[in-house]
């Protein structure tokens, strides 16, 4: 074995695919590309993610308490990199990026048509958030896009490298 620097050991367990995370608030959409999430529960559907106080969607979903957690393909790749290159604060990323604002029907942060899934959210639990930005989200609605056939997600390994899904295999379970 050799020594792994501490501040590397996030890219051995980057938990899933890269997402947008879209906000509404003040009359004005916003979308930021996240990694940091999990599932927490099966039913109802609840997710943990990191939203950074530095991040311009922290106040928006501190604020609202909803979101859409919008699931890209890779052929988003560069896109999502862009997203996650610059702030809302700044520019008005659905337009610089090309992205298409589609409404909800459970919250008022925009789905993201280009994206092959959709869930749209509200905040559950913030107890979390001051000591470690951490919302969990309840999922009220989800979406998929039937036109884009097993989509392939890109997952973050640090330092502007990403891992593409490959090869899918199916193993006995017993989950339901």
């Known amino acids: 074995m050799k020594n792994l620097p501490l501040a590397r050991v996030y890219q051995l367990l980057e938990p899933g695919p890269v997402v947008l995370l879209t906000t509404a608030a003040k009359g004005r959409s916003n979308v930021m590309t996240m990694s940091w999430h999990m599932m927490v529960e099966f039913t109802p559907p609840l997710v ?32 999502v990199v862009g997203i996650g290159n610059c ?30 899934a959709n869930l749209e959210c509200r905040v559950a639990d913030t107890r979390l958030v001051n000591a470690y930005s951490l919302f969990v989200l309840e999922v009220v609605k989800a979406w998929t896009d039937p036109a884009q056939k097993e989509p392939r997600t890109i997952h973050h390994r640090g330092y502007g490298r990403f891992a593409v899904d ?11």
Request: hydrophobic share 45%.
């Open 166 to 176: 490959g090869e899918t295999i199916t193993l006995a379970s017993k989950m339901p």
């Open 48 to 79: 943990a993610c990191v939203v950074s106080p530095a991040d311009h969607s922290f106040r928006a979903l501190r604020a609202t308490k909803e979101c859409v957690i919008a699931v890209p393909a890779v052929a988003l790749a560069p896109k």
């Open 87 to 116: 702030s809302g604060r700044d520019v008005d990323k659905f337009e610089r990026f090309g992205l298409t604002p589609v409404p909800a029907r459970m919250v008022a942060p925009p789905l993201v048509a280009e994206c092959f």
